[in-house]
């Protein structure tokens, strides 16, 4: 089983709106609180790009693409974190993956990824 496991991907015309799901089915919550959440993506022929991240207590930083776009929120005791992306354009469009990384430097995780098209 892995880490982090996403979902909410799919095809949304320009203008619309998608929720990315992560959960860390195989972390406690004690583990879970002790990690930074982000996500990260990577169009087509394109290094992966930070989008926003959010810390255990709530404190969220953006990309400035998707700055007033989008809203990062995570539920430890549900160990999930979401990514609500608003007024989407075709440049959104591309793989996007959940990252957890250890605040003790311990631990970095990577999910699948989830594809996310955006239609002009």
């Known amino acids: 089983q892995e880490q982090l496991v996403e979902s909410g991907g799919g095809l949304v015309q320009a203008g619309g709106s998608l929720r990315l799901s992560c959960k860390a089915p195989r972390m406690i919550y004690s583990t879970f609180v002790g990690f930074n959440m982000g996500w990260y993506r990577q169009a087509p022929g394109k290094q992966r790009e930070f989008v926003a991240q959010?810390?255990?207590?709530?404190?969220?930083v953006y990309a400035d693409s998707m700055k007033g776009r989008s809203t990062i929120s995570r539920d430890n005791s549900r160990k999930t974190i979401w990514l609500q992306m608003d007024n989407l354009r075709p440049e959104d469009t591309g793989v996007y993956y959940c990252n957890a990384v250890s605040v003790s430097g311990k631990g970095d995780y990577w999910g699948q990824g989830t594809q996310v098209t955006v239609s002009s």
């Open positions: 959010i810390d255990s207590a709530g404190s969220s």
